[in-house]
């Protein structure tokens, strides 16, 4: 059985221990390492390991001893309890062992996961999950994490008190950043906040955020509301050579100038509307400034220009991402001149 998406996520977040086999494959090898760690986790329980009712082996030790795997899930664990046989790195060259230990699985034996790289629509292992009755197959893209995970995380990261801003906040990051790296980033929020009833902010976020999207993206955001259109070509090449991708660029950009289009248009002044939308404490003055300087006209065009370059990075286009996010950005930025 295949599931996806959301599925995929509240699955791995509750495996169901009746099914043989879970399957969990992705190019994202942290992605995948944090999906088994949440399955095994519900399976075994936090005690799982600790009392062995956890059995690793690579997918090298399965080749050389194919008969591990089948072992594993029929040894009976000196503690009470479900049971799991973990097979790390697997490929297609295992499909056959593990087909054999799906077939010869009992209910009360050992439930198999499996992890494996980047695997092709017609990999053998893949298929071998795909269709079978009785086992699971669930493979992790490059797609960013949906909001109902973004909110799965928060819980477990002990947030749940969060301003509307400060999720939309929360979500740009979660595209900007790989799963591994936002984790850490929720932990860090969480324990900042450790005593705080107050609402998660915009600034908390903004305090919090890794120091490559926060100052590194905001330096060349800063540049196009500016009107420095000399310096986003060297802020481009800096992103770039850190491997931040063009959509990331785009909806800080977005944020921004949807921030300021607010403020411009807020009937008490710019400064006001800037005050309301709970920018960055770092970022107020300028923003309240940049707000000033732009007329309405201007940074709805730059929104528009902005909402294009988003669905053309979104949809099927062979134009190269950043290149296309750099030429929007300099056009933006000459506009105000």
Request: glycine content about 8%; overall charge neutral.
């Amino acid at each position: 059985m295949i599931l996806k998406g959301v599925e995929a996520a509240r699955y791995c977040a509750k495996p169901d221990p009746a099914r043989a086999g879970l399957l969990i494959f992705g190019a994202d090898a942290m992605r995948v390492a944090l999906k088994r760690q949440e399955a095994i986790a519900a399976l075994v329980g936090p005690e799982g390991e600790a009392e062995m009712r956890l059995t690793r082996m690579s997918g090298a030790d399965l080749r050389k001893d194919g008969s591990l795997l089948l072992d594993a899930i029929k040894a009976v664990g000196f503690f009470p309890g479900p049971r799991v046989a973990f097979v790390e790195e697997a490929t297609d060259g295992l499909a056959d062992t593990v087909a054999v230990a799906l077939k010869e699985w009992k209910p009360g034996d050992a439930g198999i996961v499996v992890t494996a790289g980047n695997l092709t629509g017609k990999s053998a292992l893949k298929t071998l999950f795909d269709k079978h009755p009785n086992a699971v197959s669930i493979g992790l893209y490059d797609d960013p994490p949906s909001r109902e995970e973004i909110e799965d995380a928060l819980k477990k990261a002990g947030l749940r008190d969060i301003d509307r801003e400060a999720m939309n906040d929360l979500n740009t990051l979660a595209r900007a950043l790989d799963p591994g790296d936002f984790r850490q980033t929720l932990e860090k929020i969480a324990l900042y906040k450790h005593g705080d009833p107050s609402p998660l902010t915009p600034a908390d976020v903004a305090a919090m955020a890794p120091a490559t999207i926060e100052a590194e993206v905001d330096d060349l955001i800063d540049a196009v509301a500016e009107a420095r259109s000399a310096a986003i070509g060297p802020l481009f090449r800096r992103l770039e050579g850190q491997g931040v991708l063009p959509v990331t660029i785009c909806i800080g950009a977005l944020r921004h100038f949807r921030i300021l289009h607010a403020a411009a248009t807020d009937p008490a002044g710019p400064g006001v509307g800037i005050q309301k939308a709970r920018v960055n404490f770092k970022q107020k003055d300028a923003m309240g400034r940049q707000a000033g300087q732009w007329g309405t006209r201007a940074l709805e065009q730059a929104v528009a220009v902005l909402l294009e370059t988003d669905l053309t990075l979104r949809s099927a286009s062979k134009a190269p991402g950043m290149a296309l996010m750099e030429r929007a950005l300099i056009r933006i930025a000459m506009t105000r001149r």
